[in-house]
T-cell receptor, first 115, second 116 residues
Framework: AQKVTQAQTEISVVEKEDVTLDCVYE???????LFWYKQPPSGELVFLIR????DEQNEISGRYSWNFQKSTSSFNFTITASQVVDSAVYFC????????????WGAGTKLIIKP | EPEVTQTPSHQVTQMGQEVILRCVPI?????FYWYRQILGQKVEFLVS????????KSEIFDDQFSVERPDGSNFTLKIRSTKLEDSAMYFC??????????????FGNGTRLTVT
């Protein structure tokens, strides 16, 4: 079973549209951490956010916002007023005690922002 | 901002050859990692390293792989006898404290290994 599911393989929107990337995770641990990373076409992995399981407060950082809902085991990522530079593959990842806190990655969502 | 650096950015090697991928972690970080990403697939954990020894490794990290911190700054991944299926992007990462303490990993830009 997938521990981190990013059901959207690819999303394509026109610039300035809002877009939400879904992430659903599975864990039996009460202490765990969730992450989002961005992988632009150049290939590097850029850390965006981490959230621990005890902090369900949503977070906003500029045009980025994250909605963490333990009730649905989801940690969704929204980009408001998307820009072409947002085009990348976005990975959601889980770190849990039961896996010795190794990062367990989702398959990624490729986001294409058209001008 | 300090960053993790990896060299080379692209390595081409023939099957059966040994390769060494090099990384310079962020200087005050204590935990080091290697991950790999086969083209178009998800990122996979290989190994974590702390206090000059391997702390965790995945089943991918078999006897053909080894890691070393030969001096105070470099962290290397050696693949002894490369196979075609080793072709992937290899990412080095470092963190201040272990992943279990909610420390984000800072990744290098990756080394693309192509085995022919």
């Amino acid at each position: 079973a997938q521990k981190v599911t990013q059901a959207q393989t690819e999303i394509s929107v026109v610039e300035k549209e809002d877009v939400t990337l879904d992430c659903v995770y599975e864990t039996r641990d009460t202490t765990y951490y969730l992450f989002w990373y961005k992988q632009p076409p150049s290939g590097e992995l850029v850390f965006l956010i981490r959230r621990n399981s005890f902090d369900e407060q949503n977070e906003i950082s500029g045009r980025y916002s994250w909605n963490f809902q333990k009730s649905t085991s989801s940690f969704n990522f929204t980009i408001t007023a998307s820009q072409v530079v947002d085009s990348a593959v976005y990975f959601c990842a889980l770190s849990e005690a039961g896996s010795n806190y190794q990062l367990i990655w989702g398959a990624g969502t490729k986001l294409i922002i058209k001008p | 901002e300090p960053e993790v650096t990896q060299t080379p950015s692209h390595q081409v090697t023939q099957m059966g050859q040994e390769v060494i991928l090099r990384c310079v972690p962020i200087s005050n970080h204590l935990y080091f990692y290697w991950y790999r990403q086969i083209l178009g697939q998800k990122v996979e954990f290989l190994v974590s390293f702390y206090n000059n020894e391997i702390s965790e490794k995945s089943e991918i990290f078999d006897d053909q792989f080894s890691v070393e911190r030969p001096d105070g700054s470099n962290f290397t991944l050696k693949i002894r006898s490369t196979k075609l299926e080793d072709s992937a992007m290899y990412f080095c990462a470092s963190s201040e404290v272990g992943q279990g303490y909610n420390s984000p990993l800072h990744f290098g830009n990756g080394t693309r290994l192509t085995v022919t």
